[in-house]
């Protein structure tokens, strides 16, 4: 058993998400670096997809009740057990506080209990969505946590980190919209990440995509990496809890969008076309 002694701003539940259900409104949601979530699992003898914790920021605090083998990866910020500074992994004995502290680089952080973090599944997965609703609720203080038993499995090769940049390029294909904007322009100007971020989506703000047409769209399905661009011309890029569908002009879409899940607000984005 875990307590929640500190939840920090936004600590929720993930997994490597529930693929396969847009169709029906659903996004895939799950840890929005799930790099860092698999090394992390990878690190305590987790198989790949058994759920964790992702912070925001601010880190959290933990009191397990049972001994423990941890592992914290993502942003870099301090780790202390017992008030002690730890790193890599962590042996937690009964009784001990675990704290993730501020993160210093990067946004969140990944921790990863031997066995995993115990929590009913939704459509197959155990990860938080937190424009839907599915899935268990973001931690509060003193919420409590089961963790599974230790499983067998065959482990993958140890992921490597991912750097933590200040500015972050971005691969774009163009589509559907793209004729609806003016020339290139995406892939002119930087723009910065915006505080209003989240795991639905990281705003962008720099200069505002000149549309050529002011036709209204019915709504049309939207994808991991749908670059929208909303009236104020300003590109939205949706994340994991994405909606499916949306009304405004898609003027491509990212192939990779982890990067984002570690930028921190006034960090510089920018595009590079793909063909």
Avoid at 43 to 56: I, R
Wanted: with cysteine.
């Amino acid at each position: 058993m875990i307590t929640v002694v500190r939840a920090g701003p936004l600590t929720t539940v993930q997994d490597q998400g529930r693929p396969s259900y847009a169709h029906l409104g659903v996004p895939r949601s799950g840890a929005l670096d799930g790099r860092a979530l698999r090394r992390a699992n990878t690190l305590v003898g987790n198989p790949s997809d058994a759920a964790g914790l992702e912070t925001t920021l601010m880190g959290c605090t933990l009191r397990f009740t049972r001994a423990a083998r941890v592992a914290v990866t993502g942003a870099v910020a301090v780790v202390k057990l017992d008030k002690e500074p730890v790193s890599g992994v962590i042996e937690v004995p009964a009784g001990s506080v675990l704290e993730v502290g501020r993160a210093t680089r990067g946004v969140r952080s990944y921790v990863a209990v031997r066995g995993g973090i115990d929590v009913e599944p939704v459509l197959g997965s155990r990860s938080t969505d937190t424009l839907s609703g599915l899935g268990p609720p973001k931690l509060a203080d003193g919420a409590e946590l089961d963790v599974a038993g230790p499983c067998e499995a065959d482990l993958p090769d140890l992921v490597d980190d991912i750097v933590i940049a200040d500015e972050v390029e971005l691969g774009v294909w163009l589509g559907p919209r793209d004729d609806w904007f003016a020339g290139n322009e995406l892939f002119e100007n930087p723009y910065q990440v915006s505080p209003m971020s989240n795991r639905v989506g990281c705003r962008l703000t720099g200069e505002a995509l000149r549309r050529v047409r002011r036709d209204e769209l019915p709504p049309e399905g939207l994808v991991l990496g749908a670059v929208q661009v909303p009236a104020d011309g300003q590109p939205l890029i949706f994340l994991a809890d994405h909606p499916t569908t949306g009304g405004y002009p898609v003027i491509g879409v990212v192939d990779d969008v982890t990067p984002l899940a570690q930028a921190r607000p006034g960090s510089t984005v920018r595009f590079r076309a793909l063909h």
